[in-house]
């Protein structure tokens, strides 16, 4: 049976994640897609290099693209070593595209990079979801909630 469309697969290797966005970001739809990359960004990836911190995606002429991420070249690369900073285009269905576009104009929101990774198949993916920007007053409110998970579990490793 077919896996559903928009859940995310299974990770057998992570390689970047973006910690950063379900702190800046009220994280909405998240949808795996596929990733155009040279060859010897694959390499520079399954050595465990590259960073999605700063990047994001955006739609250009029916395509989505993903935008400053940094993929860093590879050491044994030659002359056909790829550019770092390279826009790189991400591979999904044309009405998974139209949706999040349409979100983006309508409503504001930003696609955001949650991971890179490697699945089942050895195929790279990244993990992409909408995101709508979260005021001070919520990240506040983020960092309490996360503190006082942080000292339940104190006190219950403590006394149980």
Do not use: C
Request: glycine share 10%.
């Amino acid at each position: 049976m077919a896996r559903p469309k928009g859940n995310v697969g299974i990770k057998v290797k992570t390689v970047a994640e973006n910690r950063r966005a379900r702190f800046e970001y009220f994280i909405e739809d998240v949808v795996e897609a596929g990733i155009a990359l040279a060859g010897t960004e694959v390499k520079a990836l399954r050595g465990g290099q590259g960073s999605i911190a700063e990047a994001y995606a955006e739609v250009k002429d029916g395509q989505m693209w993903l935008v400053n991420a940094n993929i860093p070249e590879f050491s044994h690369g030659n002359r056909f070593n790829h550019e770092p900073k390279r826009p790189r285009k991400l591979l999904l269905h044309g009405r998974e595209i139209a949706r999040m576009g349409s979100a983006v104009a309508r409503q504001g929101m930003t696609i955001v990079p949650l991971s890179v990774y490697f699945n089942d198949k050895g195929r790279a993916k990244v993990e992409i979801a909408l995101g709508k920007g979260k005021k001070l007053h919520d990240k506040r409110e983020t960092i309490k909630e996360r503190d006082w998970k942080r000292d339940a579990a104190r006190l219950m490793r403590d006394r149980g």
